[in-house]
Every structure is written in structure tokens, then in C-alpha cells.
């Protein structure tokens, strides 16, 4: 027997008033007596059970199951009844209802069973049944990942196979783990027996190992190190040369990443670009890069690759002028040529040095061996005596000669180095360019043929003609026009290149796919009238041109469609992709940049009775969700074949495959595929499924923060530097790139004025908090300008300051205006005359913030060595000094003026007592702060450092929350009025994010180019500009 729950009962089943009521009425007329008698009963209630459910027919074990049962009461009074519910015929509760008459109440039961199996459970004539069976179980395996070995930037995929082996629906969270810290997670929802694949797309910044874990299940992929090359082993050989010998300089190469890569080794020679050789290495190869030069003029050359240097000298004997050089002489009785030859080598050298005399078509010769010894020099005289010549004028020449003795009149030898073919992979008909030194090594002028050989087969031929000990640069250019690899040999230097072709076609239809090139034909049929083609291109350039390059068309005899483009601006061997689907058979032809190539693919009826399917009817359970809710997404799969077979669903979300389910179904056969998304994060998810679409939202679950668009303001033609709000809220101010302030009516958002002083861009803009005024500044200038909000016109031009105005604040009461210089001054204004009542010189670098407190009785300034000043307002003194280290880049106060902080490049935000000036907290983030900010409740700190954003409270100061979502600084960050929302800025992404401080929960994001944007006072109103405009909206 269960033991009934404890409830209130009567002994009766109803109770309500029945007792009879006797009215007697005497009616007279006329003279007759007469007695009539009436009987009045009270209304009844009557009340009666009418439905009853459960919440599940069937739960798994230790499970509870809801049961309710409505009661009505369709009597005439009001009245109470005790409902009972029997669980297999036994009584297990009794609850007592009171009913007014015509009301209607349900009552509710729980009830947890602890044995498998099924109950009944009934409540008058009602009854249903309750079967118990084990709960969901999951099981998760075939942990997978794919590729288990990636490039930097590029997608890992880690899958698990999950199934769900209870005897219940239930729903399951994947954590996916890296490195023991959690990744990712999603939710998976199954019915019982039920599997299916779940997916994580992860991309990883560093490379290394990092280990996988989902459940129990353990793997790990490699992130591999990118291409890294190692240049080592520097030689110069031979490290003292004559001029114009040959000098080879090599050096190892050696590709110490884990990616196959290509280096450019660039030789320099006394810091100037010498020479450059590509070399391609797979990792843990190494390879030897060698360059040929020579010096021509005597001296030391400076060699260096990457951060190796050498060097080597060009020495030997050296006659007074250059090698060849002219000079009159006037004959007497003997001509004397004197010569000034000098030994610039190390050592000692010998040489001979030759002296010609020319007259009209004669000429005479003579030689004379030379000795000298290290650095010597001296004259060397030659004389050509009478009668070897006639009276007159000659001319006479030198030159060295061999360095031994012997004859100098050498052969002219030519040496062929460095061939270089750019590019080395062309397409087809494109020009490329081979290229050679040569060298003539000799002592005289001479002729050198070049053959240029492809595939052994001599391609062009080029003669050179170079003086002695001269070189240059000799180019081929051709074209191929076919596909492949040619070889290239000039002169026994051998390379290659090749040549591919234009476009790679993949086309895939059907689950099949095959590649096809150029003037290639293939026939595949198709299984019904709507078809679809998937094509993949590769192209091989960059398209520099404003318009679309590649374009692929597929034609028929009705018409022409369109079904791709390659956009201008696009790389070498960028990939595409697309979709086209047409409603007809036939056959077809490809187009490649709207022109016809002989590539078709020929359409045919399919006159098999295979098995095809169709999805349709996509449906969402919801279009809106919380975060953690379920949303249920469903399709109609039909085989509108024959023939059984098997078809695979794929749940795409956001483009990245999120699930799959495989069905077998037979001819004729339809059924509904569902699956079960559950997502944390607040956004609109897009929903494909086989070619269907849809798409879902994630709200917050608090209000939603109201950011309604109201208007783009557009005035200026630059990009916006600065903005803010009037303390009165009837206007906004920006400043532009354009050099020019904007001011609008914030009532009809019309322009009331423009101005400006300079043609630079604009620094900072601030009004007054009295509304009197506004206040800017210029990029690297030094004044600060003025202008009054009455009239919109100049008041004060502030000149005081010796370099750039990096900073200015006003005073709470407007009274004052300061502003930090450059010049490590910061100046003080009053605002009554403009006239300068302080200057705060105890700065010793440039100054960049300047605040007052908000009860303003204190001024504190930061500067470029890390320390900040704190003054009085009243006289001036300088009440304190903190040395922080580092640039000091923000400083603000509590709302009540009871604390400072500040922060900086040291990673630090310190927090100080005003008055007495003790240590309240430290804050060490290890990163350069460049926003400090209280909350206008004095509850919160933000600050951002680096590449995030932190709120802490201030009561205790522990973490509020931290915010990782920006790229790669954070340079402003605010609240609103309220102190209801947290704004922050990424300056990589370009992007302003905006949370509500109650759960911290995302609730806008704005583009911002430069990061400005700002609350109105009053807190109705969130600017935020982005490139030359600013974008208003209304704030609830």
C-alpha cells in the first residue's frame, strides 16, 4: 500500500446549504381568505474532474513526472472538493479544491518512481499510463581529427561519434578541452538509440602540440612552425683578389621550420644589393647558395648575408690613373714616359707594365718588369729614343700586364654564373624571363656566343662583346604555350620552370567528382530536372585590374548563366568556388572569361529507377531563444526513387558543419530529420541544411540594452578624430581629419555650425561642463583653440605651450581649463579671461594626461618617464608624487574624488587614497594600460591593457569580469551615465563592443575605425564614428 500524502478531507463529498426554507404569502381579495405555500432551495455547486495529464508517458528512472488534473465547477454556488490520485489503484495524494461557481482550477502532481517499468495513474475515471526505463546514457566515441598536422591560420576538425544508449530523449553538453583548458561546447539532443556526429572547428596562433579532449576520449594535432631558414657557414674565396677576379661567396641555407618554404638569400656588398639566388628546401633541408663578383676598383669589400658579414680586398699593382690612359708628349731627342706605380697588396707582387707610343700609323712598344714590396711605390721611365720616331706629337698609353713576367696579351676568357628565370611558374603564353652574368676574365676584349637551350633543343642564341676584366647581364625572353615542366640549360647552368595551366575545373555532381582542363570532354547524367554543378577554379596571377578576370559561364541553346567570378585584386593561386543550378537537360558548354574553350559537359536523361532524395520544408522550433535553449531544426527527406538507399543530412551553422544524420529509406518512402541545437553565446545564427536555409537569434535574458538606430551624421570629409556630447545634451561636436569641428542640433540632427583654424587633423574636442564652451586641438601644434556655444565663434586662442598639446580638461565648474605640453609643462587658464594663472613645471618629460578631481580640489598630470603629479587647485603646491615607470597614459578619480588611479606602459593600475595619499590597490596585469575609467557609480574599474578589458569592483575589488574578445588594443573604455552598459574598443578589428554590467551579457557591436564614441550625458543618446561619419542611436 502507498501511504497517502497528507491532505485536508471531509466526511461528505460535497457541502453546500440544502435546508428547506417555508415562506407562507397571504393573499387578500376582495373578501375571500386564502393561504398558498412555496418551497425555495439553494443553488449546488457541482464540481467534476474533467482532464488529466502528464508531462511525459515516459521518463527514465528517478525522473519526475508531472500530473494535472482540471477541475471545473458548473454548479450554481461555491463549493470544495477533495481530488485524489491513485497510482496503480492506490490511493498516493489527496488535494482539496474550493471552486467559485463557473471557475475552473488544475491541480498538480509530482511523482519520481525508483523501479523500471509502468505504473497507471488515474484521478477519477481517468487514467494513463507511465512506463519507467533506464535514463539517458551517452556514449561517446571515435575521437578523430582532420588534419592531425596544419599551417598556422589554418582549420583543424576534431569530431566524436555520440550515442545516446538510454532508454529516454536527453540531451548531452560536449566540452571540447585543449590543453586541459576548455575550448569550445555544445549540446546535443538524442532520442533513445539515436547517434550522430559532432564537430569543432579550431584554429590555433602558436605553433605546438596541443592535446584534444572530449569526455574520456584523447588525441592531439601539431600546429607546424612555418617555414624558418638558418643561414650559416658565410665563406669568401679567395679573400684577397686582383681587380676583376673572381671572388665566390657561399653560404648554407637551412630550413630549421616544419613547413616546406621558399628563402631569398641577398647578397650585399658594402650595404648595397648585390645579388639574390631563391632557393626552395623542405624541412631539415640544407643548401648551398653560392654568388660570384668581383671588385674592379683596390680597396676592401664589405660582404654580408642576413646577419653574417665578411670581406675581402682588391689589391695588386696599380699604375697612377687608370689602366688606360692617354698623354702628349713633345719630342725632343728622346721621349720619357714616367709612370706612377704602386703595390696595394699585402704582399709583395710583380708585374709587367707596358708603355706604347702612337704617332699617326706607327707605333712602338716597349715593357719593364716591376718588383715591388708591400704598399711600395715608384716611378717607372720609359724612354723612346731618335730616330725610332718623327718630330712631332704622339700619344702614348699603359697599362698593367700579367703579374709575372711573360707576355700580357692574353685570350679573352669569359666565365657564366648565376642563371636566374623569373617567374618560375608561368601560365601558359606568358613571358619568361632567363638570365645570366658573364664575365671576361681576360686581359684583352673579346666576343662570347650564348645558347639558350629548352629541353636540349637550342631556343635563342645572343652574342656579347666585353673588355677585359668587364661584365654584364644577358636576358632571354619566350613564352610556352602548353602545359609542364621545361628545362633550361645555358651554358651547362641548368634550372627549370614550368608552365600550368590557366584554370583547374572541378566539377561535382551526385556525390561524384573528377577534374577536367583545358579541351577535355565528359558525359554524366542526371536523375532529374533540377541539377546542380559545383565547380572549384585555380588561377594562377593576380588580377590587377578594377574589373572581374575569371568568369565562369555555363551556356545552353536557351541562354547564358553566370555562375561565378573571380573579383580584381585577387593572388596567385587564390581558389573559388560556386554553385549553378539550371531546370533543364541538355548539353552544355563552358565559358572562361566570356570566351568560348572547347570544354563541355554533355547532359543525358537518366533512364535508371535509382534512389533519389529530396529535402524540403525546413523548419525551426523557434526564431528566438536564450542563451542555453533549445532550438529544434527539421526537414522532410524524400527517396522519390525506386530503389532503397541511404542519404546523408548535414546541419550546417554559420557555414561550418555542426552535425550529420544518415537515413535509409525505400522507394516512395518520406520521413523528418531533426536535430537539436543549443547555443550559449548571444547572435543570429545562420541554419543550412541540404541547400535550405534559415536562421535563429540568441537574446540576452535580461531586457535587451535598446540601441536604435537613430541617424548618420556626414558632414565631414575626413576621417573623425574626436567627438562629445554638450553637458546640456542639445548638441554633438566632432572633429575631422578635415581639420574642421562639426556641431549638430541633437532635436533635427541639422548642422549649426563649422569651423576650423589649421589644415591638419584634429586631436581632441571637449565642451565645457557649463555648456559655454568647446574646446580643440591640432595634431603636433601648439596652441589650443576656443570657440563659445552662443555664437559659434572664437573666444580664445591658448599659446602658451612650447610644443604639442597632448591633453586638456576643464575644471567641474568651468572655472579652468589645463592642458599638458610636449615642452613637459602643463599650462592653467582661467576661463573668466583666459588669463594663465599657473604653470606646473615639475615634470621633466612630455606630458600626456591631465584630469581634475570631480569636487576640484585637486590637479593630476601623468608623463612619458612614469611619474604622476598630484597638485592643489588652491595654491598650487604639489601635494604628492608616484613613480610608476613607464609612460603614464591614464589617470582618473572616484565620482566622489576619494581615490585616484593611474596606469601605464609598466602594467600596472595603482589605486591611492586622495588626501592622504596611502596605497589602496595594485593591479598587475603584465600588459601596457591605456584606459582607466570608474563607473559614474564608483561600484566599478575598468581598464584595458593590451589586448584586453577588465572590470573590477570596488568594493572588494575582486574581478567583475574580463573581456578577451578585441584585436590586439584596447584604447578607450567607458560606462554609460546609468552605469548600466560597459563599452570598450578593438582597434585591430575596428570594432566597438557594448555589454550590460548586470550579467555582462554582449548587446551591440558598432564599426569604428578609429575608436571614438561616447555617451550623452543625460545617457539617451550613444555616438560612435566610423572612418569620415558618425552613427547616432537612441539608448533605453
Not at 497528507?6 to 453546500?16: A, Q, R, S, V, Y
Not at 648565376?418 to 658573364?438: F, G, M, R
Not at 593572388?571 to 568560348?596: A, N, P
Not at 590637479?859 to 610608476?884: K, R
Request: aromatic letters at 10%.
Amino acid at each position: 500500500m502507498r501511504e497517502i500524502k497528507e491532505g485536508l478531507f471531509l466526511d461528505k463529498e460535497e457541502k453546500g446549504l440544502s435546508t428547506f426554507l417555508i415562506v407562507l404569502t397571504v393573499v387578500i381579495v376582495g373578501v375571500s381568505l386564502g393561504a398558498s405555500a412555496y418551497i425555495l432551495t439553494r443553488p449546488k455547486p457541482n464540481i467534476q474532474i474533467e482532464e488529466m495529464t502528464v508531462s511525459q508517458e515516459k521518463i527514465a528512472k528517478e525522473e519526475p513526472v508531472t500530473v494535472k488534473v482540471k477541475v471545473s465547477n458548473t454548479g450554481g454556488a461555491e463549493g470544495s472538493k477533495n481530488i485524489p490520485l491513485e497510482i496503480n489503484g492506490e490511493v498516493f495524494e489527496i488535494r482539496k479544491v474550493n471552486l467559485n461557481t463557473d471557475e475552473s482550477k488544475t491541480v498538480s502532481f509530482e511523482i519520481t518512481e525508483g523501479e523500471l517499468g509502468s505504473f497507471k495513474v488515474s484521478s477519477g475515471e481517468l487514467l494513463k499510463t507511465v512506463e519507467v526505463v533506464e535514463p539517458a546514457e551517452f556514449n561517446i566515441e571515435n575521437l578523430r581529427l582532420s588534419p592531425e598536422e596544419v599551417k598556422l591560420g589554418e582549420t583543424v576538425t576534431i569530431s566524436v561519434d555520440i550515442r545516446n544508449t538510454g532508454g529516454v530523449k536527453g540531451s548531452e553538453k560536449l566540452g571540447l578541452r585543449i590543453d586541459s583548458s576548455l575550448e569550445k561546447s555544445k549540446y546535443v539532443t538524442l532520442a533513445p538509440e539515436e547517434s550522430t556526429t559532432m564537430s569543432f572547428n579550431v584554429k590555433k596562433k602558436t605553433s605546438k602540440s596541443y592535446s584534444v579532449k572530449i569526455g574520456s576520449l584523447s588525441s592531439s594535432f601539431k600546429v607546424l612552425t612555418p617555414a624558418k631558414f638558418e643561414v650559416s657557414n658565410l665563406q669568401v674565396e679567395p679573400k684577397e683578389a686582383s681587380s676583376g677576379e673572381s671572388v665566390t661567396i657561399s653560404a648554407k641555407v637551412k630550413n630549421i621550420g616544419e613547413v616546406r618554404g621558399k628563402y631569398s638569400a641577398e647578397l650585399r656588398i658594402n650595404d648595397k644589393f648585390a645579388k639574390s639566388e631563391e632557393v626552395t628546401l623542405s624541412p631539415g633541408e640544407e643548401k648551398v647558395v653560392t654568388f660570384e663578383t668581383s671588385g674592379s676598383e683596390i680597396g676592401t669589400y664589405f660582404v654580408s648575408l642576413r646577419d653574417l658579414s665578411d670581406k675581402f680586398e682588391v689589391g695588386g699593382i696599380l699604375i697612377e690613373g687608370k689602366d688606360l690612359r692617354e698623354e702628349l708628349i713633345k719630342f725632343d731627342w728622346t721621349a720619357l714616359v714616367d709612370v706612377s706605380v704602386q703595390n696595394t697588396a699585402s704582399e709583395s707582387r710583380s708585374a709587367l707594365i707596358w708603355c706604347e707610343v702612337i704617332q699617326g700609323a706607327n707605333s712602338w712598344r716597349k715593357s719593364k718588369d716591376v718588383h715591388l714590396q708591400s704598399l711600395e711605390g715608384k716611378i717607372v721611365r720609359f724612354s723612346f729614343p731618335e730616330p725610332e720616331y718623327l718630330a712631332g706629337t704622339c700619344r702614348a698609353r699603359v697599362w698593367v700586364g700579367a703579374e709575372t713576367e711573360g707576355d700580357t696579351q692574353q685570350e679573352a676568357e669569359f666565365k657564366v654564373s648565376n642563371l636566374q628565370i623569373n617567374p618560375s611558374e608561368a601560365e601558359p603564353e606568358q613571358t619568361v624571363t632567363i638570365s645570366v652574368d658573364v664575365k671576361n676574365t681576360g686581359n684583352v676584349e673579346g666576343s662570347y656566343e650564348l645558347n639558350l637551350k629548352i629541353d636540349g633543343a637550342t631556343e635563342q642564341t645572343k652574342t656579347k662583346t666585353l673588355g677585359a676584366k668587364k661584365s654584364t647581364s644577358v636576358s632571354f625572353d619566350f613564352s610556352r604555350k602548353e602545359a609542364g615542366i621545361y628545362e633550361v640549360d645555358i651554358e651547362n647552368l641548368t634550372s627549370q620552370f614550368e608552365v600550368v595551366s590557366r584554370w583547374d575545373l572541378v566539377t561535382e555532381y551526385d556525390g561524384l567528382m573528377w577534374s577536367q582542363r583545358k579541351h577535355d570532354t565528359d558525359t554524366f547524367k542526371i536523375e532529374e530536372d533540377n541539377w546542380r554543378v559545383n565547380w572549384k577554379a585555380s588561377w594562377i596571377g593576380t588580377n590587377t585590374s578594377q574589373l572581374p578576370l575569371l568568369i565562369i559561364s555555363v551556356v545552353s541553346e536557351n541562354g547564358k548563366e553566370v555562375i561565378g567570378e573571380m573579383d580584381s585584386g585577387h593572388r596567385v593561386k587564390d581558389k573559388y568556388s560556386g554553385t549553378g543550378t539550371f531546370q533543364e537537360k541538355g548539353q552544355f558548354y563552358l565559358y572562361i572569361m566570356g570566351q568560348y574553350i572547347s570544354w563541355k559537359i554533355e547532359i543525358e536523361e537518366d533512364t535508371g529507377k535509382k534512389a533519389k532524395f529530396e529535402t524540403n520544408n525546413l523548419r525551426l522550433s523557434s526564431s528566438e531563444v536564450k542563451p542555453g535553449e533549445t532550438v529544434e531544426v527539421s526537414v522532410d527527406v524524400s527517396n522519390t526513387g525506386d530503389e532503397s538507399g541511404e542519404h546523408t543530412v548535414d546541419l550546417k551553422i554559420d557555414g561550418t558543419l555542426e552535425a550529420s544524420k544518415t537515413v535509409s529509406l525505400k522507394g516512395g518512402e518520406k520521413t523528418t530529420v531533426s536535430f537539436t541545437v543549443v547555443k550559449e553565446e548571444k547572435k543570429t545564427y545562420s541554419i543550412e541544411v541540404d541547400g535550405l536555409s534559415g536562421s535563429f537569434e540568441v537574446k540576452s535574458t535580461i531586457e535587451e540594452a535598446n540601441f536604435t538606430f537613430e541617424t548618420t551624421l556626414r558632414q565631414a570629409t575626413g576621417e573623425i578624430e574626436a567627438l562629445d556630447f554638450s553637458p546640456n545634451n542639445e548638441y554633438i561636436a566632432y572633429g575631422s581629419k578635415d581639420s574642421k569641428v562639426y556641431v549638430h542640433s541633437t532635436e533635427d540632427w541639422s548642422l549649426i555650425s563649422s569651423f576650423g583654424e589649421l589644415s591638419v587633423k584634429i586631436r581632441n574636442l571637449k565642451f565645457s561642463p557649463n555648456n559655454q564652451f568647446v574646446a580643440f586641438t591640432y595634431e603636433d601644434k601648439s596652441n589650443l583653440y576656443i570657440y563659445s556655444t552662443s555664437t559659434w565663434s572664437k573666444v580664445a586662442t591658448l599659446t602658451k605651450s612650447g610644443g604639442e598639446v597632448k591633453r586638456f580638461s576643464f575644471s567641474t565648474n568651468s572655472d579652468l581649463i589645463a592642458y599638458s605640453s610636449k615642452d613637459t609643462n602643463v599650462y592653467v587658464h582661467s576661463t573668466d579671461d583666459w588669463s594663465n594663472i599657473a604653470t606646473l613645471s615639475q615634470a621633466t618629460s612630455t606630458v600626456h594626461p591631465v584630469r581634475f578631481s570631480p569636487d576640484g580640489k585637486y590637479i593630476a598630470y601623468g608623463e612619458l618617464d612614469g611619474h604622476v603629479h598630484v597638485h592643489s587647485t588652491g595654491d598650487w603646491t604639489q601635494l604628492e608624487i608616484f613613480n610608476l615607470g613607464g609612460w603614464i597614459r591614464s589617470i582618473d578619480f572616484t565620482p566622489n574624488s576619494d581615490q585616484i588611479a593611474f596606469g601605464g606602459n609598466s602594467g600596472e593600475v595603482q589605486v591611492y587614497t586622495t588626501g592622504t595619499w596611502n596605497s589602496v590597490k595594485t593591479f598587475d596585469t603584465g600588459k601596457k594600460i591605456r584606459s582607466i575609467t570608474f563607473s559614474p557609480d564608483g561600484q566599478m574599474i575598468s581598464y584595458g591593457a593590451d589586448s584586453t578589458s577588465y572590470v573590477n569592483s570596488t568594493s572588494d575589488w575582486s574581478l567583475e569580469e574580463k573581456f578577451t574578445d578585441q584585436s590586439p588594443y584596447v584604447f578607450t573604455t567607458i560606462f554609460s551615465p546609468d552605469s548600466k552598459y560597459f563599452v570598450y574598443n578593438s582597434s585591430g578589428d575596428e570594432k566597438v563592443f557594448a555589454y550590460t554590467t548586470e550579467d555582462w551579457s554582449k548587446v551591440e557591436t558598432f564599426d569604428s575605425s578609429r575608436g571614438r564614441f561616447g555617451f550623452s550625458p543625460d545617457g539617451s543618446m550613444f555616438a560612435v564614428q566610423n572612418n569620415e561619419i558618425v552613427r547616432v542611436y537612441n539608448v533605453e
